[in-house]
């Protein structure tokens, strides 16, 4: 179990920042969910950065809870952002303006995802059960 919080100054590399401090999680998550949530991590971190006051000493809130095959990551800001994206699920590529690719991505990758605290803080959360084993296919003979 990771239960993390970091406050990001905004800029740049708060994306790397963010990603970077995603690494722990590694033993915990399967391959396929660490690359969803790094791509996640980053989309929402860069959708922060866009959407923050230019005052050099803003910070970014990243809260990430990490269980075996689970994750939920929390991406907020001090100033509420205005937002219509209170959706939990797929995200239709029609609901969103032009720029917010990023939100849109969250939206295809993420198994649950939403906009919280008046559109403060937007969230993802991936697995909630470990895979089950592969089916196993046979060949059948007629006869």
């Known amino acids: ?3 993390l919080e970091l ?3 905004v800029g740049r590399s708060a994306p790397s920042v963010a990603r970077q401090a995603l690494e722990p999680a590694r033993s915990l998550l399967m391959p396929d969910q660490m690359n969803e949530a790094t791509v996640l991590v980053s989309e929402l971190v860069t959708d ?3 959407r923050a006051d230019p005052d050099p000493d803003e910070r970014i809130r990243v809260r990430m809870n990490v269980r075996l095959h689970e994750i939920r990551v929390e991406v907020g800001q001090s100033v509420p952002q205005t937002s219509s994206l209170e ?3 797929p995200l239709d590529a029609e609901a ?3 720029e917010d690719w990023g939100l849109r991505i969250v939206g295809r990758i993420a ?3 939403g906009v919280d605290n008046e559109g403060a803080t937007t969230w993802f959360e991936l697995g909630s059960q470990p895979p089950g084993p592969e089916p196993e296919w046979r060949q059948l003979r007629g006869g």
Request: hydrophobic share 40%; no cysteine.
């Open 7 to 9: 406050l990001v100054p």
């Open 96 to 98: 969103t303006r032009d």
């Open 48 to 50: 922060a950065v866009r």
């Open 1 to 3: 179990m990771i239960d």
């Open 111 to 113: 198994d649950r995802w």
């Open 87 to 89: 959706r939990r699920g």
